[in-house]
Each structure stands twice: as structure tokens, then as C-alpha cells.
């Protein structure tokens, strides 16, 4: 075999006419004697009884002047109309196709057959009688917005007459690995750049895609009647036949199967054909054998003549897409999981009614499409641009384009649905998981309920080794889940990673064993993330020592939701305590590490009332783990002065007056100054006044402010949290005092 077999349109053709397949055809579209054609087009439309009519005075051609479009007159009752009904203004003006004339101008009423046929002009005022508009939803998807259109009846006859082909037998199959196909080749058939869609699969992932048992019977079972719908679209195109006839012998063809696969097969068709032509045209100036089949096709020079055939290529192309556009739409819809919606919901009730004539004017528009590549490689050596015909395939695609759009809506509607009932369900899975009654063997269950863990994504980054890794390295270990927003103050960050480092320096002790998880709540009302919400958490993320979740999408909206219902979590961050099994052990532990570190572990509630039945008030309570030279004077038996404030005239009076009383008193007395609970800035430059003045020691690192108003505030709430918030606790009383004092004036 040569040539074209190591090109990629060439694989995707290859593997829709697998070799093991029933007898394929012909590939000659004109070639007499293939499975499944007659010569005699019409004949092929079982129950449709149709008439040639060639008066010469209407403007139609007669059969037998082929490449030219002929005019279809059928009995009546099957959609078309007499020629000489005065009650439709003398003509049915249609898409181009349905086998009426065309019209070139509708401003001036002009109506033309394909070019070399006759044309007549229409004076009667009853021709404006054509252009109906219907107000259901249903005509306006099946009617564009330019041009001419179907009158109301004939849409009804022509829809009641595809409906009627549609006999399934309950066969289902799965339709993507035949689309698959059909988008690599009509993706890379084309010979404009801009058309080149992503997600092109490379040849081996089509190939394994394709190559698998199952896909591999389902392309046999289908290969004949692929191939027996190519050679309809070519024959018939060739012959100039009525397109309406044309897609109605195709829906014939495919009356057993659903409507999705009506669509992809006869999509694959269209693909086996147009793919061939842009095969040809790719390699035919490098490979022999193509070039010899080029010349039969008179490929050469169509290809020398690509300025004056843009428009018809620019419309092929915008209508290619559109038409892909609707296909995968349509499947979308069949690959619905009716576990989560069912039929009768408006959304996709709605869809349904719409779905055969989204097929029909698809389909429709493939034997247009034909029909062009038929005319420009049997067109000699006149390549003039033709108007009408790009204005007939543009005004197709403009059609399929609002059936398209309305199509998407819906398809949108559903998933919105299913994304509900599936959130609810996660919701509820959820609350079984960490149902405190439950056992598990270890956290792994919790965790993947948690962090989103497909699609072979690793969804931890190792803050120590930045690289990517999987929840395993969790496995049956204590994991302390932080949970915060993007806003994570420095101050605290810090904090947070002084004691995680500390407890890493002794990592053999028994309160170094547990892991720390970033797991960060973002809004998922505005995804994608805007680039500065993605950009501050990248930051965030990469100053964290511990392990954190990849993306923040993983953390999914029923989990968020769990995280504040069930967890509370609300805008401050919360440290949430997993046992090696995931079970809870304390639905918010921060309090516990900012008052004891590490020395809290395993940061079990019990853990904490025992901590505390240890604790007395004194200084070292306060101040330890902030501040080692003022743990050095607890030591020394020095009187020591906390005080406060932000008001240097009273701080310089308060400290003059302490001195002198200390002097005369000889005792040995320290002062620390530690601020206010908020006013930072303010707090900061008095800070600065004091140490320059040598007024008396005072934290220069204004986290260790933050630390020692934050730790009183954690004493507070880990009171609260255990229940021991009540006023006859005199611990409680002095916390409460101190952090009055931090929203007051001076104080010491």
C-alpha cells in the first residue's frame, strides 16, 4: 500500500473502512452496480409517489442533464406543492435544494434555478404569501432569520414524513468512537487554518480509541451502510437531485436506528467522501498514485483557482462546523444519565420534540455540502464565484446555526439539573462518610470524598518537594485539613508554619506525627478563576511547607457546602482534625495550635480538656512560644509589665512613673509593650517611637502582636468550643478582661 496511509486523514478513512468488515463499496460514487444503489434515485423513496414535471416555461431542466438541479414535483399530500396552486402565489420558495428555485436577490423577487437554468420572474403579490412565519418555538428552530423558507403546511408534511421513517428496533450502541472519527477527518480535511479545532486527537490515541473490540465490531456492523450512504450523497448529488428527496432516501436507510446515530453514521458518510477529496488534494503533488486520482477528479486545477472559490470554501467550512456542532449536541443529549434526569423534565422534554428536525436539517445540509464539492469537481475549468451558492450553504448554516443554539440552551439546562441532583447526592454521601457512628479502615474514603481524585490527576502538591503527588501519601496518618479562602493573612500564615517547622525538626516524636492539607474554598459561581484569584492562590500555595490541593477546583461545591454547614467554616480559617480511620476528632483544632503547638497532638477534643485542667493563669500561658526573652525574665523572677495602647503621651507617662516606682521601690522590673488588638499601623508606629525613645521593650516583629492577641482570642473561643464558657471560670474572667483591654486606650 502506498502513500496515504501515514497520513492522519488517511488513518481515520482507513479505520471506517475496516477490512474485516462487510463488503464495502465501491468507492467511485458514480460508478454503476453498488450494493444498495439504483439508478433511478426516486425510486429508492418507498410510499413517496413523485412525478418529474419539465415544463420549459417553469424554468426546471429535464433528468437527463446531469449536474444540472431539476425540479421535484410530487403528488400531493407528500409535502410539495402542484406548480400552477394559485393559492401559494404560483411557486413554493424554499432553501435552496428542497427542489424548488432559488432566489438571488429577495429584494427583487428574482427567482433562478441552478445556474443555466431557466428563470422566470414573479409579479403576484401572492408570492409574499410563501414567507410564513409560525410563533411556536418548534418553526421558528426550523427557520432562519435570511432567505426563504418552508410555509407552515410543508413543514408539517415534510416533519411527519421523516418522523414516519423512524422505526427503531431497540439496538443501542455507542455512537463517540465513530464521532471520534468523524471530527479527526473533517478536522484535518480542510485546508484552512482557522478551522483546525483543539482537541484533535493524535494518531495514537485515535487508533486506540478506535482499535478496541467493541468499536471495532460497531464499525463492521456499520461499514456497509456507511458506504451505501456515501455513494447516495455522491450519486445523487451528481444527478442534481432534489436534496429534500436526497435526505429523505438517507433517513429511509437509517429508519432502524435512534436519532443520534442517524446522525453520526450518515456524518461519517459525508466525512468518508469529503475526507477522500481533501486526501487527494493534501498529497497528490508528492504521491503518484494520488496525483493520477487527482487528475481524474480534476484536482489540479480546482486547486489553482482558491481566490475566487473562498467564499464557497469559507461557507463549506462554516457549515461543516455548524453541522459538527449540532452532532455532538444531539449525542450529548443521548449520553444524558437518566439517573439524574428523567425524561419528562422541561429542559430535556423540550430538547426531544426538537431533535428530528435538528437530524433532518443536518443531514440536509451534508447532501448540500455534497452537492458543492460534486459542482466544483465537475465544474471544468469555470470557477467563477457563485453568489447563490455561497448564499444557499451560508443561509444553511445561519438554520442549523439557531437549531444549534437552541439545542446548546437546553443541552445547558440539563446539565445544570443533573449538576444539582448530583451535588445533593455528593452532599448526602458526604454526611454518611464522617457520620461519627461509622467505622472505616482507613482515611482514604474520607479523603477522596473530599478532594476531587480522577481523570489520572494527582491532586496533592508537596510543599517540600513542589512535586505533584497522590492522596496515598495520607494514608492511615493523622491529617490536619486547613481550610481557608484566598484571603490568608500573612501574620497568621507565619505563625502557622513556625510551629509546623518546629514539629519537623523532631519529626521521630510522637506529636510530629500528622500531616497538614491547604484545601482552599474559592467561589464557583466565576469559573474559570479570573487570572488574579489564580495568580494569589499559585502565591499562596507556594510559600506552604505542607501538602495543599493542586487546583481549588478539586474542592467541589457539595464539599464546600459540608465545609460550612457541618464544619462551620466562614471566613477564618479553621483546622480540622482527621484520625488515621478520617474520623473527626475535632472539628476545629487552630485554637489548640495557636495556645499549645504541636504539644496539642493528636488535637482530639479530650486532648484539650486535659490541656486545659493543667493550665493555671500566669504569664508563661500568655506569652509562650511568642517570645523567649520574656519566658528569660519569668525565669530571672523579674516583675514584668504588659501594657497597651496606642496613645505615646500616656505610654510615656505610664512608663516614667513605673520606673520611678521600681527605682525606689529596688526591684527588678521589665516592661513589654504589646500593642492593640487592632489599629495595626497605627500600633506599628508607635512601636517605633518607643523603641527609639528607649522607652521600654516592645515586639518589633508586629506578627508577634498579632500572635498574642490572637492566642488570647483562641483561649476564648477553645473555652467556648468545650462548653466551659461560662462566667464562674476565673480563667475565662481574666481572658475576658485582657481582651477588653485590647480595644481600649492605655492599659497596663
Same mark, same amino acid.
Given at each position: 500500500?502506498?502513500?496515504?496511509?501515514?497520513?492522519?486523514?488517511?488513518?481515520?478513512?482507513?479505520?471506517?473502512?475496516?477490512?474485516?468488515?462487510?463488503?464495502?463499496?465501491?468507492?467511485?460514487?458514480?460508478?454503476?452496480?453498488?450494493?444498495?444503489?439504483?439508478?433511478?434515485?426516486?425510486?429508492?423513496? @418507498? =410510499? %413517496? &409517489? !413523485?412525478?418529474? /414535471?419539465?415544463? #420549459? +416555461?417553469? *424554468? $426546471?431542466?429535464?433528468?437527463?442533464?446531469?449536474?444540472?438541479?431539476?425540479?421535484?414535483?410530487?403528488? @400531493? =399530500? %407528500? &409535502? !410539495?406543492?402542484? /406548480?400552477?396552486? #394559485? +393559492?401559494? *402565489? $404560483?411557486?413554493l420558495i424554499s432553501y435552496p435544494g428542497v427542489g424548488q428555485q432559488h432566489i438571488s436577490n429577495p429584494g427583487v423577487g428574482q427567482l433562478m434555478g441552478v445556474p443555466g437554468s431557466?428563470?422566470?420572474?414573479?409579479?403576484?403579490?401572492?408570492?409574499?404569501?410563501?414567507?410564513?412565519?409560525?410563533?411556536?418555538?418548534?418553526?421558528?428552530?426550523?427557520?432562519?432569520?435570511?432567505?426563504?423558507?418552508?410555509?407552515?403546511?410543508?413543514?408539517?408534511?415534510?416533519?411527519?414524513?421523516?418522523?414516519?421513517?423512524?422505526?427503531?428496533?431497540?439496538?443501542?450502541?455507542?455512537?463517540?468512537?465513530?464521532?471520534?472519527?468523524?471530527?479527526?477527518?473533517?478536522?484535518?480535511?480542510?485546508?484552512?487554518?482557522?478551522?483546525?479545532?483543539?482537541?484533535?486527537?493524535?494518531?495514537?490515541?485515535?487508533?486506540?480509541?478506535?482499535?478496541?473490540?467493541?468499536?471495532?465490531?460497531?464499525?463492521?456492523?456499520?461499514?456497509?451502510?456507511?458506504?451505501?450512504?456515501?455513494?447516495?450523497?455522491?450519486?445523487?448529488?451528481?444527478?442534481?437531485?432534489?436534496?429534500?428527496?436526497?435526505?429523505?432516501?438517507?433517513?429511509?436507510?437509517?429508519?432502524?436506528?435512534?436519532?443520534?446515530?442517524?446522525?453520526?453514521?450518515?456524518?461519517?458518510?459525508?466525512?468518508?467522501?469529503?475526507?477522500?477529496?481533501?486526501?487527494?488534494?493534501?498529497?497528490?503533488?508528492?504521491?503518484?498514485?494520488?496525483?493520477?486520482?487527482?487528475?481524474?477528479?480534476?484536482?489540479?486545477?480546482?486547486?489553482?483557482?482558491?481566490?475566487?472559490?473562498?467564499?464557497?470554501?469559507?461557507?463549506?467550512?462554516?457549515?461543516?462546523?455548524?453541522?459538527?456542532?449540532?452532532?455532538?449536541?444531539?449525542?450529548?443529549?443521548?449520553?444524558?444519565?437518566?439517573?439524574?434526569?428523567?425524561?419528562?423534565?422541561?429542559?430535556?422534554?423540550?430538547?426531544?420534540?426538537?431533535?428530528?428536525?435538528?437530524?433532518?436539517?443536518?443531514?440536509?445540509?451534508?447532501?448540500?455540502?455534497?452537492?458543492?464539492?460534486?459542482?466544483?469537481?465537475?465544474?471544468?475549468?469555470?470557477?467563477?464565484?457563485?453568489?447563490?451558492?455561497?448564499?444557499?450553504?451560508?443561509?444553511?448554516?445561519?438554520?442549523?446555526?439557531?437549531?444549534?443554539?437552541?439545542?446548546?440552551?437546553?443541552?445547558?439546562?440539563?446539565?445544570?439539573?443533573?449538576?444539582?441532583?448530583?451535588?445533593?447526592?455528593?452532599?448526602?454521601?458526604?454526611?454518611?462518610?464522617?457520620?461519627?457512628?461509622?467505622?472505616?479502615?482507613?482515611?482514604?474514603?474520607?479523603?477522596?470524598?473530599?478532594?476531587?481524585?480522577?481523570?489520572?490527576?494527582?491532586?496533592?502538591?508537596?510543599?517540600?518537594?513542589?512535586?505533584?503527588?497522590?492522596?496515598?501519601?495520607?494514608?492511615?496518618?493523622?491529617?490536619?485539613?486547613?481550610?481557608?479562602?484566598?484571603?490568608?493573612?500573612?501574620?497568621?500564615?507565619?505563625?502557622?508554619?513556625?510551629?509546623?517547622?518546629?514539629?519537623?525538626?523532631?519529626?521521630?516524636?510522637?506529636?510530629?506525627?500528622?500531616?497538614?492539607?491547604?484545601?482552599?474554598?474559592?467561589?464557583?459561581?466565576?469559573?474559570?478563576?479570573?487570572?488574579?484569584?489564580?495568580?494569589?492562590?499559585?502565591?499562596?500555595?507556594?510559600?506552604?511547607?505542607?501538602?495543599?490541593?493542586?487546583?481549588?477546583?478539586?474542592?467541589?461545591?457539595?464539599?464546600?457546602?459540608?465545609?460550612?454547614?457541618?464544619?462551620?467554616?466562614?471566613?477564618?480559617?479553621?483546622?480540622?482534625?482527621?484520625?488515621?480511620?478520617?474520623?473527626?476528632?475535632?472539628?476545629?483544632?487552630?485554637?489548640?495550635?495557636?495556645?499549645?503547638g504541636s504539644t496539642a497532638f493528636p488535637f482530639t477534643s479530650l486532648r484539650e480538656e486535659a490541656l486545659w485542667r493543667e493550665e493555671t493563669w500566669r504569664l508563661d500561658l500568655l506569652?509562650?512560644?511568642?517570645?523567649?526573652?520574656?519566658?528569660?525574665?519569668?525565669?530571672?523572677?523579674?516583675?514584668?509589665?504588659?501594657?497597651?495602647?496606642?496613645?505615646?503621651?500616656?505610654?510615656?507617662?505610664?512608663?516614667?512613673?513605673?520606673?520611678?516606682?521600681?527605682?525606689?521601690?529596688?526591684?527588678?522590673?521589665?516592661?513589654?509593650?504589646?500593642?492593640?488588638?487592632?489599629?495595626?499601623?497605627?500600633?506599628?508606629?508607635?512601636?517605633?517611637?518607643?523603641?527609639?525613645?528607649?522607652?521600654?521593650?516592645?515586639?518589633?516583629?508586629?506578627?508577634?502582636?498579632?500572635?498574642?492577641?490572637?492566642?488570647?482570642?483562641?483561649?476564648?473561643?477553645?473555652?467556648?468550643?468545650?462548653?466551659?464558657?461560662?462566667?464562674?471560670?476565673?480563667?475565662?474572667?481574666?481572658?475576658?478582661?485582657?481582651?477588653?483591654?485590647?480595644?481600649?486606650?492605655?492599659?497596663?
Amino acid at each position: 500500500m502506498t502513500g496515504p496511509i501515514n497520513n492522519p486523514a488517511a488513518l481515520a478513512q482507513a479505520l471506517l473502512h475496516n477490512p474485516g468488515a462487510t463488503q464495502a463499496l465501491n468507492n467511485n460514487p458514480t460508478a454503476a452496480g453498488n450494493h444498495g444503489v439504483t439508478h433511478k434515485p426516486h425510486l429508492n423513496n @418507498p =410510499g %413517496v &409517489g !413523485q412525478q418529474l /414535471i419539465s415544463y #420549459p +416555461g417553469v *424554468g $426546471q431542466q429535464h433528468i437527463n442533464n446531469p449536474g444540472v438541479g431539476q425540479q421535484l414535483i410530487s403528488y @400531493p =399530500g %407528500v &409535502g !410539495q406543492q402542484h /406548480i400552477n396552486n #394559485p +393559492g401559494v *402565489g $404560483q411557486q413554493l420558495i424554499s432553501y435552496p435544494g428542497v427542489g424548488q428555485q432559488h432566489i438571488s436577490n429577495p429584494g427583487v423577487g428574482q427567482l433562478m434555478g441552478v445556474p443555466g437554468s431557466g428563470q422566470g420572474s414573479i409579479n403576484k403579490p401572492s408570492t409574499a404569501q410563501a414567507l410564513m412565519r409560525s410563533p411556536s418555538d418548534s418553526r421558528a428552530l426550523i427557520r432562519g432569520d435570511r432567505g426563504s423558507m418552508l410555509s407552515m403546511s410543508d413543514d408539517n408534511v415534510m416533519m411527519n414524513q421523516i418522523l414516519a421513517t423512524h422505526a427503531p428496533d431497540g439496538r443501542e450502541f455507542d455512537v463517540r468512537p465513530l464521532l471520534y472519527l468523524v471530527e479527526d477527518i473533517l478536522n484535518r480535511a480542510t485546508q484552512h487554518v482557522d478551522f483546525l479545532v483543539k482537541g484533535t486527537l493524535d494518531e495514537v490515541e485515535l487508533e486506540e480509541r478506535a482499535q478496541a473490540a467493541n468499536h471495532i465490531a460497531m464499525l463492521e456492523a456499520l461499514t456497509y451502510t456507511i458506504d451505501r450512504i456515501a455513494c447516495e450523497l455522491s450519486y445523487k448529488a451528481l444527478g442534481g437531485c432534489d436534496a429534500h428527496a436526497t435526505t429523505t432516501a438517507i433517513f429511509n436507510l437509517l429508519s432502524s436506528y435512534t436519532w443520534d446515530a442517524k446522525l453520526v453514521i450518515s456524518l461519517s458518510a459525508f466525512a468518508l467522501n469529503y475526507g477522500e477529496f481533501w486526501l487527494l488534494a493534501q498529497i497528490y503533488s508528492t504521491n503518484q498514485l494520488a496525483k493520477s486520482m487527482a487528475v481524474l477528479r480534476q484536482l489540479p486545477s480546482l486547486l489553482e483557482h482558491t481566490a475566487p472559490l473562498k467564499p464557497r470554501f469559507d461557507a463549506l467550512n462554516s457549515l461543516i462546523r455548524t453541522m459538527m456542532d449540532v452532532t455532538r449536541c444531539v449525542v450529548q443529549f443521548r449520553e444524558l444519565p437518566l439517573k439524574y434526569i428523567s425524561p419528562d423534565a422541561p429542559a430535556l422534554a423540550t430538547a426531544m420534540t426538537h431533535i428530528p428536525t435538528a437530524v433532518y436539517w443536518t443531514i440536509r445540509s451534508m447532501v448540500a455540502c455534497a452537492t458543492q464539492i460534486s459542482s466544483l469537481t465537475s465544474a471544468g475549468h469555470e470557477f467563477g464565484i457563485s453568489t447563490t451558492e455561497s448564499w444557499e450553504l451560508s443561509t444553511l448554516a445561519h438554520k442549523l446555526r439557531n437549531i444549534y443554539e437552541h439545542l446548546k440552551q437546553q443541552l445547558n439546562y440539563c446539565y445544570k439539573h443533573i449538576e444539582e441532583r448530583m451535588d445533593v447526592e455528593i452532599y448526602q454521601m458526604l454526611l454518611a462518610i464522617f457520620d461519627p457512628n461509622v467505622l472505616h479502615i482507613d482515611n482514604m474514603k474520607a479523603l477522596k470524598a473530599l478532594i476531587y481524585d480522577k481523570d489520572d490527576k494527582l491532586p496533592l502538591l508537596d510543599g517540600a518537594t513542589k512535586r505533584q503527588v497522590s492522596l496515598d501519601v495520607l494514608r492511615r496518618k493523622n491529617v490536619l485539613l486547613l481550610i481557608s479562602s484566598l484571603e490568608f493573612a500573612n501574620d497568621e500564615l507565619a505563625i502557622l508554619e513556625q510551629i509546623y517547622n518546629e514539629s519537623r525538626i523532631h519529626a521521630t516524636r510522637l506529636e510530629s506525627q500528622y500531616e497538614v492539607v491547604w484545601i482552599p474554598i474559592v467561589d464557583h459561581s466565576i469559573i474559570p478563576l479570573p487570572e488574579e484569584m489564580q495568580t494569589k492562590f499559585e502565591n499562596l500555595q507556594s510559600t506552604m511547607p505542607w501538602y495543599s490541593v493542586q487546583d481549588p477546583l478539586f474542592i467541589k461545591k457539595p464539599v464546600i457546602r459540608f465545609i460550612k454547614e457541618v464544619w462551620h467554616f466562614r471566613t477564618k480559617p479553621i483546622l480540622v482534625v482527621l484520625d488515621p480511620q478520617g474520623k473527626v476528632v475535632s472539628p476545629n483544632a487552630i485554637h489548640m495550635m495557636w495556645i499549645w503547638g504541636s504539644t496539642a497532638f493528636p488535637f482530639t477534643s479530650l486532648r484539650e480538656e486535659a490541656l486545659w485542667r493543667e493550665e493555671t493563669w500566669r504569664l508563661d500561658l500568655l506569652v509562650d512560644g511568642i517570645d523567649p526573652t520574656v519566658l528569660t525574665w519569668i525565669k530571672e523572677e523579674k516583675y514584668i509589665f504588659l501594657y497597651g495602647g496606642d496613645d505615646i503621651e500616656w505610654i510615656r507617662r505610664f512608663v516614667n512613673s513605673a520606673r520611678s516606682v521600681a527605682s525606689a521601690s529596688r526591684i527588678a522590673l521589665e516592661m513589654v509593650y504589646v500593642g492593640k488588638s487592632n489599629k495595626r499601623e497605627q500600633v506599628k508606629k508607635v512601636t517605633g517611637i518607643i523603641n527609639a525613645e528607649k522607652l521600654s521593650y516592645a515586639w518589633q516583629d508586629q506578627a508577634m502582636v498579632w500572635f498574642f492577641w490572637s492566642r488570647l482570642e483562641s483561649m476564648l473561643f477553645s473555652k467556648i468550643q468545650l462548653g466551659r464558657g461560662d462566667d464562674q471560670d476565673p480563667m475565662l474572667q481574666q481572658i475576658k478582661k485582657l481582651l477588653s483591654y485590647g480595644r481600649e486606650g492605655g492599659w497596663a
